[in-house]
């Protein structure tokens, strides 16, 4: 009915609207209605969570409720791609004002249940309650289905780097709508719903990939974890990245900027980069440095990239 709001209807009633017509099959053998969910994966299991807060990861005069739905499972997922697992079930809980409408909790549902079906997830469950602003919490199992989980520790001196998905679309975007512009169009949609390059990692990890990461605060900060966590040093170049036209609109209107920073420093596309022998980088990678001995740091063209955007930091000020 329109006009309803979350208070009108009450949590079981929103409970209801999110899990209608949802049902259990493939390894989810038992999946909404009940106290938990019940999953037969068929290798090891990896599990990520991922949580989104009104006003710190996404607005709602940007944001519609279907887009918030789709980035929340987006970016819970594509933790998982990044271990090379396959997308299984995702649960996703879910905090909202009580004059929230029905309308808003429907989109966001819808959302949810697109962005499942994209990736080849179930929803199987999850929670309501009430908060002063909305929170979404999204948690994703994964099968790895006998792969071996490619973690952040295994790059080794000789591996070529390559990243899988989009990279600057989300910065580039961001930066619009900071500056009170809605276009170009493509960036901004990109903001608001990320299109991660799912099945990628899998594909990752069967080609032997040694090393992988979720591109979420930004290339070099999340591939500064894998040097890190490595013990080496990698080195970008310049030159293999291509700069989109609505990326280098959106670096002109701010200030002629170089449109590079946003691929560099942009997080929120949910890219995967990764690093793999000589040789075996698959088909839908584009390779964009290496890995080599030495401190654990990256760089780009030999030196540290000079930003004014490092890269995406929670607790940052």
């Known amino acids: 009915m329109t006009g309803q ?5 009450g949590e079981f009633g929103l409970i209801e ?4 017509g949802l049902g259990a099959s493939g390894p989810v053998l038992l999946g909404t209605g009940d106290d938990a969910a019940v999953v037969r994966p068929a290798g090891d299991v990896v599990i990520s969570t991922d949580t989104m807060v009104e006003g710190v990861h996404f607005r709602p005069d940007w944001s519609s409720a279907e887009d918030v739905g789709r980035k929340a499972v987006a970016a819970c997922v594509s933790d998982a791609e990044a271990m090379g697992a396959a997308p299984v079930a995702v649960v996703v809980s879910l905090a909202i004002p009580t004059q929230t409408s029905t309308e808003w909790v429907d989109g966001f549902s819808a959302g949810v249940r697109a962005e499942c079906e994209r990736c080849g997830a179930q929803l199987v469950g999850g929670d309501t309650t009430s908060a002063p602003a909305i929170v979404v919490t999204a948690t994703v199992v994964g099968d790895l289905g006998g792969v071996t989980p490619v ?3 295994g790059a080794r001196p000789g591996d ?15 930066a619009a709508l900071n500056r009170g512009f809605r276009s170009p169009r493509a960036v901004v949609v990109a903001h608001r719903v990320p299109e991660p390059p799912y099945g990628q990692g899998r594909v990752a ?4 990939a040694t090393a992988m990461i979720d ?7 999340d591939l500064g974890h894998v040097a890190r966590a490595s013990g080496a040093r990698i080195e970008l170049d310049s030159s293999a990245f291509e700069t989109t036209e609505p990326q280098q609109a959106v670096a002109a209107a701010i200030g002629g900027g170089n449109p590079l920073d946003f691929q560099l420093t942009g997080g929120d596309d949910h890219a995967l980069a990764a690093t793999f022998p000589a040789g075996q980088v698959p088909d839908g990678w584009t ?3 290496r890995v080599v001995a030495g401190e654990a740091v990256v760089l780009v063209d030999g030196a540290e990239w000079e930003s004014s955007a490092p890269g995406w930091r929670h607790f940052g000020h």
């Open 5 to 9: 709001t979350a208070a009108d209807v």
């Open 17 to 20: 609207r999110i899990i209608a």
């Open 151 to 153: 973690t952040r520790s």
């Open 160 to 174: 070529l780097v390559a990243f899988a998905g989009r990279l600057g679309w989300a910065a580039a975007g961001l």
């Open 205 to 208: 990890a069967e080609a032997g």
């Open 215 to 221: 591109v979420s605060d930004g290339l070099l900060a």
């Open 287 to 289: 390779v964009i440095g």
